[in-house]
């Protein structure tokens, strides 16, 4: 079992910036590939950013590519999203999931989620 606590989010001007932060506890957390999700509102969840469990490995989703970056800390039981150039279209909320094995698109594949954190650009 993993507990998943997100925070940062907050509102924020286009072209800010905005760090959001997962905390982990629980079981092993360097055994999992974390997540980045965002939910905007009438859509379907979406992967924004996810790394491999030892970090060695990340994915973009196009629409943040070189904006954003995701990294995690292993000893703190934390990964980060570090999110540059916000634009309006950035407003949702954002979700912290893990998974066992490897690292997947597809939120469906995610075993743990955080609350969610808000996260508003304005323009």
């Known amino acids: 079992q993993v507990q998943l606590v997100e925070s940062g989010g907050g509102s924020v001007q286009a072209g800010g910036s905005m760090r959001l932060t997962c905390a982990a506890s629980?079981?092993?957390?360097?055994?999992?590939?974390m997540g980045w999700f965002r939910q905007a509102p009438g859509k379907e969840r979406d992967i924004v950013a996810g790394?491999?469990?030892?970090?060695?490995?990340?994915y973009y989703a196009d629409s943040v590519k070189d904006r954003f970056t995701i990294s995690r800390d292993n000893v703190k039981n934390a990964v980060y999203l570090q999110m540059n150039s916000l634009k309006p279209e950035d407003t949702a909320i954002y979700y912290c999931?893990?998974?066992?094995?490897?690292?997947?698109?597809?939120?469906?594949?995610?075993?743990?989620w955080g609350q969610g954190t808000q996260v508003t650009v304005s323009s």
């Open positions: 999931a893990a998974r066992e094995g490897q690292l997947s698109r597809r939120y469906v594949e995610y075993d743990y």
């Open positions: 629980g079981r092993t957390f360097s055994s999992y590939a």
């Open positions: 790394i491999t469990w030892s970090g060695g490995s990340t």
